[in-house]
């Protein structure tokens, strides 16, 4: 039933299975479905565990459990709650997957950003405060079927709204921030998801316990007006909401580690143009053939792809792979085709590495180009603190000679009223045109496509080339010894040329940012560093040759002048 | 009554007539409304201090909680002289020179002393620059970094310094700060330069920091004591052996953690040293305290499941307590460290209590165990009652010339000395030893530079 609900959800996924390449959106939605499994076996879990501390009968173990496994866990009642739940769990996972693959963008307006990022803000808020409640609900459905002595009439209640608050309060300490990063990417990953699910590696207790008692102290504080002064109730009361709430707030934290953990999975790449399935020459060969299911870097990186988490994915497993002493570059550099043997392989992916750079170098061209965007100027200082640059106009002197020179406003102000006064004084704020220029306005003299502070700006989209300009140094640099048809040595020349463009036009915006005293964001100083470090590494290696590879003179001093 | 007091009261406030009346007057001056705003003002401000403080206070706390599991110390803060204790360097505690480094591309060696400064050589004929900051105390180890020519990080207690250094003196330095009193042990850069691998004595960790970022991105367990020595000290960099040693299937991924590799590659030892061979297939270690050499060998099994996995197999290839070498018995003892060669044609040992450096000969066959051969016994003719503290393999690497190497030795006597290989191959190197030609050396001195 679950599985042709999440069907009709494919139209909100981001990986639509009609699009371009039907197998890169097979693979994620496979791996969407697998996840949303995993959260199901894991709501199981959590269910068997408070249903151990609710019945725990040592007298007679095997036959308590063997009743709780039968009419309980497998009941047909328990799969169809725990679907209710998983319904909720599925769109939570949904919510994150968009967040996690949206394009990093900067809006210059406010609102603009508040229009574009908070309805999925919303739905996360409504998705999680409903979990909350129907966690609750299932829990005090099952205490009440096993006739466990509490007065479900208060409880209940209390049970449910700290259900609720368990799922606002996470919302709040997890996904308020805007543009923060979901599942950041991991470098080194030793097990694979599903080893990490049956290791019960994905419930993260030194994050969600301190949470848990966190959240029950302070809605036990909340609540503390309307207790009863029964202190036994009470204190039952309140380690059954402790229980509660460490069961939700671990499950919460479980949702987002499964996803992200087999989101993160190593994706099977393979650096040919295509796998010798797709062959449409040799149709005899694919049946014998090993059905290769693995996806091509080529396709995988190139610019139409929108899918930004999933690409900085592919960037840095292309480095993987690139960098291991025993992988298939070797492939690479093979001819291919009966007629005229061209490195196949080679060119398509040199065409999306440089296709890559180049539109970042637009892109770096459009922030240089465009003014910068001036705010309104507002006719009165904020801070009314200030000294005013301008010595004030004479008063008149309308007062009588006794006190000569004193300024007659602070008189004036006694004949007014209250009320008038405050209006004044609303008027002197000039709130509106303030509110306004907050919503228009980021920065006074800024480029707008750069945003500093926050951590996602529209230079983001570059963070993919980190990984890619040193996996294609690295293939270069092996180039000089598995190259055997010279497949490289005719581009080595372009290489150079774009990394060196790249570079400068780096250096110019971080120039331009300094000189309008603004620290640069993360993404450009990692990737400013990134090239220097390659660009060393090319020119150490191929710094002997650099005369014949050149035939640019301009350029080859450029490269022979580096420090 | 004394609204019109306004009209006799003197412009001037310095002259005082009637001090009684003044602080009436004073209160008529001011009006109610600003006197308000002056209240409200002064609570609110003194409201929001106390509200920052309380915020800081509760911050602490709060990062103390939610990250407990990353400040776990093994029983008390580490000390120096544990440091000492576990030290690759010989005699820690009381050595001038403490570290020795070499650059992997070019000619620039560096040297940490016992003074808390690392001196940066271009070239042996020009004076050392000098780095050394406040911050930077009991230093341990030190890393340059690769494809760049001015960048080093040096650590120690406390933290990481980075430097960036020009020819014209010119330095800045950047600190990447741990808990107080925490020892950094051992530090190595990333293959491309991007990434810092540390690992902590207090911590008991390896951590992966992003230098321009200032964040650490990963870190990993270190399961037992020395776990970082073959961890960290791979040819090309450390998350490219993790790649290389992980099981990909489906079946025995489980594998795949510290304590499994660990157990795997060395058995769960606690190591006292370990170097890998430069195509990353063998690992030579020495366990805490003993004088024997084992190494670890790794082969390719097909499993039940037609799956590709590596097995590794430990064992022992020379007992150094006693050897022979040009054919006089020697004795040795506890091996301190091992050194090697970044061609893979000689290794250099030194010893916890013995006054030389010894350099063996590697041999690799095909199919059969490694084989150490002695062949060398390098000791200090400069000065008597010297021992070795550190030493390193420097190398100037071209591609398409010969690879000039020098292997350089620290002493206990604050000089170190600088010794040039020439063999290629081994081939070359046997024909030298049988032929008993002497490599060139030079001594140089730290203090009078």
């Not at chain 1, 998705?127 to 005090?140: A, D, E, M, P």
């Not at chain 1, 009361?237 to 580690?257: D, E, F, W, Y």
């Not at chain 1, 291991?324 to 392989?345: D, H």
């Not at chain 2, 340059?144 to 800045?172: D, H, M």
Request: net charge positive; glycine share 6%; hydrophobic share 40%.
């Amino acid at each position: 039933m679950c599985y042709f609900a999440t069907r009709r959800m494919l139209s909100i996924l981001p990986y639509r299975l009609n699009m371009p390449y039907p197998r890169l959106g097979r693979l994620l939605f496979d791996r969407y479905l697998f996840a949303t499994w995993l959260c199901f076996l894991t709501e199981y879990q959590l269910l068997t565990i408070f249903l151990v501390y609710q019945l725990v009968d040592v007298t007679n173990p095997l036959d308590w459990l063997l009743e709780l496994v039968d009419q309980v866990i497998f009941s047909l009642y328990t799969v169809a709650r725990v679907q209710l739940l998983g319904i909720h769990m599925a769109t939570y996972g949904l919510l994150l997957c968009r967040l996690h693959e949206r394009l990093p963008s900067c809006h210059s307006w406010r609102l603009h950003r508040l229009q574009g990022e908070l309805p999925i803000k919303l739905c996360q808020l409504v998705v999680l405060i409903s979990l909350g409640y129907f966690s609750s609900w299932l829990y005090l459905k099952y205490m009440s079927e096993l006739a466990v002595d509490v007065d479900f009439s208060y409880t209940g209640h209390y049970l449910l709204m700290n259900g609720v608050f368990c799922g606002l309060a996470y919302f709040l300490s997890e996904d308020l921030c805007l543009g923060k990063e979901v599942w950041p990417l991991p470098l080194i990953r030793f097990e694979t998801a599903t080893w990490q699910w049956l290791r019960w590696h994905h419930f993260d207790f030194s994050c969600s316990l301190p949470r848990s008692m966190l959240y029950t102290a302070v809605f036990a504080a909340i609540y503390w007006p309307n207790m009863s002064g029964d202190f036994k109730a009470s204190f039952q009361l309140i380690g059954l909401s402790t229980c509660i709430t460490t069961l939700i707030t671990v499950k919460l934290h479980a949702i987002k580690r499964v996803f992200g953990t087999v989101m993160h999975s190593e994706l099977p790449l393979t650096l040919q143009k295509q796998p010798p399935q797709q062959q449409q020459t040799l149709p005899q060969l694919t049946r014998q053939h090993m059905r290769d299911r693995r996806l091509p870097v080529s396709l995988m990186l190139s610019v139409s792809n929108q899918l930004y988490g999933f690409q900085l994915q592919v960037a840095r497993d292309f480095y993987t792979i690139v960098s291991s002493p025993k992988g298939e570059t070797c492939k690479l550099f093979q001819l291919q085709g009966f007629l005229g043997r061209q490195p196949k392989n080679w060119t398509a992916l040199r065409n999306v590495l440089l296709g890559n750079m180049r539109q970042f170098m637009d892109l770096l061209n459009d922030c240089l180009d465009a003014p910068g965007t001036k705010c309104k100027q507002l006719p009165t200082r904020y801070y009314a603190g200030m000294r005013r640059l301008a010595p004030p106009t004479a008063v008149p002197k309308v007062w009588s000679r006794r006190c000569c020179g004193e300024q007659p406003a602070p008189a004036k102000q006694l004949c007014r009223s209250l009320w008038q006064q405050l209006q004044l004084k609303l008027q002197s704020w000039q709130l509106q045109q303030k509110l306004q220029c907050f919503c228009k306005c980021f920065f006074f003299d800024a480029t707008h496509l750069m945003r500093s502070d926050k951590q996602d700006c529209e230079l983001c989209v570059g963070r993919p080339l980190v990984w890619l300009v040193p996996g294609l140094v690295c293939i270069c640099v092996r180039s000089l010894e598995e190259d055997r048809h010279g497949v490289l040595q005719q581009d080595l020349e372009t290489i150079f040329k774009a990394l060196n463009d790249l570079q400068k036009q780096i250096f110019a915006v971080l120039r331009l940012l300094h000189l309008q005293q603004q620290e640069p964001c993360a993404t450009l100083k990692t990737l400013s560093q990134t090239l220097t470090l390659s660009l060393n590494k090319m020119i150490f290696h191929f710094g002997d040759y650099l005369s014949f590879i050149i035939n640019d003179k301009e350029l080859q001093h450029t490269l022979e002048c580096r420090e | 009554m004394y609204r019109n007091a306004r009209g006799f009261m003197p412009r001037d406030r310095n002259i005082c007539l009637h001090s009684s009346s003044e602080p009436i007057a004073e209160r008529e001056r001011i009006s109610v409304w600003v006197r308000l705003k002056c209240g409200v003002s002064s609570r609110w401000k003194s409201f929001t201090l106390c509200y920052l403080k309380l915020k800081s206070v509760c911050d602490r706390i709060f990062h103390r909680l939610f990250n407990w599991d990353r400040f776990p110390y093994v029983g008390s803060r580490p000390s120096i002289d544990e440091l000492a204790k576990t030290s690759e360097t010989c005699g820690w505690n009381t050595a001038k020179i403490r570290f020795i480094t070499c650059h992997p591309s070019s000619m620039q060696r560096m040297l940490l002393t016992s003074m808390d400064t690392a001196l940066i050589y271009e070239n042996m004929l020009e004076k050392p620059l000098c780095l050394s900051s406040p911050k930077q105390q009991h230093l341990s180890c030190g890393a340059f970094r690769p494809w760049t020519w001015r960048q080093t990080a040096v650590g120690g207690e406390g933290g990481i310094c980075l430097w960036k250094f020009s020819n014209g003196g010119y330095k800045t330095m950047t600190w990447l700060g741990y808990r107080e009193g925490d020892i950094i042990v051992d530090l190595q850069w990333q293959h491309t330069g991007i990434l810092l691998v540390t690992a902590s004595l207090g911590n008991q960790r390896i951590q992966i920091w992003h230098p321009e970022l200032k964040q650490v991105l990963q870190e990993l367990s270190m399961p037992v004591m020395g776990t970082n020595y073959w961890a960290m000290r791979y040819p090309s960099d450390m998350i490219q052996l993790l790649d290389f040693l992980r099981t990909q299937s489906i079946l025995f991924s489980y594998r795949n953690s510290m304590k499994m590799l660990s157990s795997q590659l060395v058995e769960r030892w606690p190591l006292q040293t370990a170097v890998w061979t430069a195509q990353g297939n063998h690992l030579l270690y020495v366990i805490k305290g003993s004088s024997k050499v084992f190494g670890s060998t790794s082969t390719m099994v097909i499993g039940p499941l037609k799956q590709e996995f590596l097995i590794w197999s430990s064992k022992e290839v020379i007992d150094l307590a006693s050897f022979f070498c040009n054919w006089h018995e020697c004795k040795g003892g506890r091996v301190q460290s091992i050194f090697m060669d970044p061609l893979n044609i000689y290794v250099a040992f030194i010893f916890t209590r013995q006054s030389f450096v010894l350099l063996c000969l590697l041999h690799i066959p095909l199919g059969c165990s490694i084989k150490l051969k002695p062949v060398q016994i390098i000791g200090c003719t400069e000065a008597l009652y010297a021992w070795p503290s550190c030493l390193a393999f420097g190398n100037v690497r071209r591609s398409g010339e010969n690879v000039r190497r020098s292997l350089i030795i620290g002493w206990s006597t604050g000089k170190f000395q600088v010794v040039e290989l020439y063999a290629q191959t081994r081939e070359e190197a046997l024909q030298l030893e049988e032929q008993d030609v002497q490599f060139p050396q030079s001594f140089y001195n730290i203090d009078s530079q």
